[in-house]
């Protein structure tokens, strides 16, 4: 089935290069020029993937990824923007984004991070093709089933992101993988194509849903210089 793309964006040649290289591709599209009508395209359309711009008239780029998780939807969202701040970049993945790309940037890159961010999407779930149903892990249990992650029985509210990068983790509970690593297992960069302060970021949001105190974490413990584990 044909992949469909939705692009919010104000300036009409950037949505025309974009239209033009993602239909080669063979992808359909989808345009909106303002944040009002992306958020109504990307909840009432339910796209494979967002490409979206900081930057828009009526609804700025972060309040509607903030909109779109709102709405319950988990389609990945890949923020084009021109700013250079670092905060900016951080505050667009603590809101949901699940990556950015600044301009100008090449077409090659960003149709390498749109097919890997819809082919990380219609993967399986992490643990379910061998692991059975149920992933027991202490105080933890992952239900590949239901797609649901509970901390002693109660069902915790992850995003999809969240829910794959703790079945990786959990697969091997006590195994070290750098962010570089995570990156290709987990957000499907082959190569590394991403910024790895997206790992930082899931790992600070899963904690605070996951940690008995998010400061001391318990369960994804970090080892400097090294990455992250499940601890055992």
Not at 55 to 64: E, I, S, T, Y
Not at 81 to 108: C, H, N, W
Not at 208 to 221: H, N, Q, S, Y
């Amino acid at each position: 089935m044909e992949r469909r793309i939705l692009i919010v964006e104000d300036e009409k040649n950037i949505v025309d290069i974009l239209r033009f290289n993602l239909q080669r591709e063979g992808y359909a599209t989808l345009e909106a020029y303002d944040g009002d009508e992306g958020l109504r395209l990307a909840v009432e359309e339910n796209p494979d993937l967002i490409l979206l711009d900081l930057m828009l008239p009526k609804r700025d780029g972060f309040a509607v990824c903030k909109g779109v998780r709102e709405a319950g939807r988990n389609t990945p969202v890949i923020m084009l923007t021109a700013r250079q701040e670092e905060s900016d970049k951080v505050l667009g993945l603590e809101i949901g984004a699940d990556d950015y790309i600044t301009k100008p940037f090449s077409m090659r890159e960003l149709l390498a991070r749109v097919k890997a961010n819809i082919r990380r999407s219609a993967m399986p779930v992490a643990g379910s093709a061998d692991a059975g149903s149920r992933l027991e892990r202490g105080r933890l249990t992952i239900d590949t089933e239901g797609m649901v992650v509970l901390k002693d029985g109660v069902a915790l509210e992850l995003t999809q992101r969240e829910y794959d990068l703790i079945c990786f983790l959990a697969e091997q509970p006590g195994k070290v993988y750098s962010r570089e690593a995570l990156m290709e297992h987990v957000w499907n960069y082959e190569g590394y194509v991403g910024d790895v302060r997206a790992v930082d970021v899931a790992v600070r949001r899963l904690r605070e849903k996951l940690e008995d105190d998010p400061a001391d974490p318990k369960f994804i413990v970090t080892r400097r210089g090294q990455g992250y584990l499940l601890e055992n």
